[in-house]
């Protein structure tokens, strides 16, 4: 475990604050250099209503994940992730685990499961560093 893992979760989990959704709100930080380079939370697209579900309290199906948020707005910033670390409040979904590798990010840090280990097992098959902090 780095030095600042601790801090970059517990800002990651403050950034998940910022998210409408009811059902679980997540924040991602990707950090290079330790500097933080984009940030992400899970929610709708920009443009759209901020209300992540529909009146049965299902998420909708166009809702973002954090890491593809931070993603995405590094991609836009003109940024690079190559080598860079991924701070998650929660272990990335199969989905951005591919979108993760292919950001060529070398390292995923998290601190909740996810209902299902796909994705994590993906990132290690990657050759990706994962690792959960309590």
Not at 55 to 70: D, I, Q, R, S
Not at 94 to 105: N, V
Request: charged share 25%.
């Amino acid at each position: 475990m780095e030095k600042f893992d601790h801090s970059y979760l517990q800002m990651a989990a403050i950034w998940a604050q910022n998210s409408y959704c009811k059902r679980r709100q997540v924040g991602a930080l990707i950090v290079k250099d330790r500097m933080i380079i984009s940030d992400g939370y899970n929610g709708t697209p920009s443009g759209f209503e901020n209300i992540c579900e529909d009146e049965n309290g299902v998420t909708k199906p166009y809702v973002l994940h954090a890491e593809a948020n931070a993603i995405t707005k590094v991609a836009q910033s003109g940024n690079s992730s190559l080598g860079a670390t991924l701070y998650v409040t929660a272990a990335p979904c199969l989905e951005c685990s591919k979108l993760i590798i292919q950001a060529g990010i070398k390292r995923v840090v998290y601190k909740d499961e996810y209902r299902l280990t796909d994705g994590v097992d993906l990132l290690r098959r990657a050759g990706i560093e994962v690792e959960k902090v309590d």
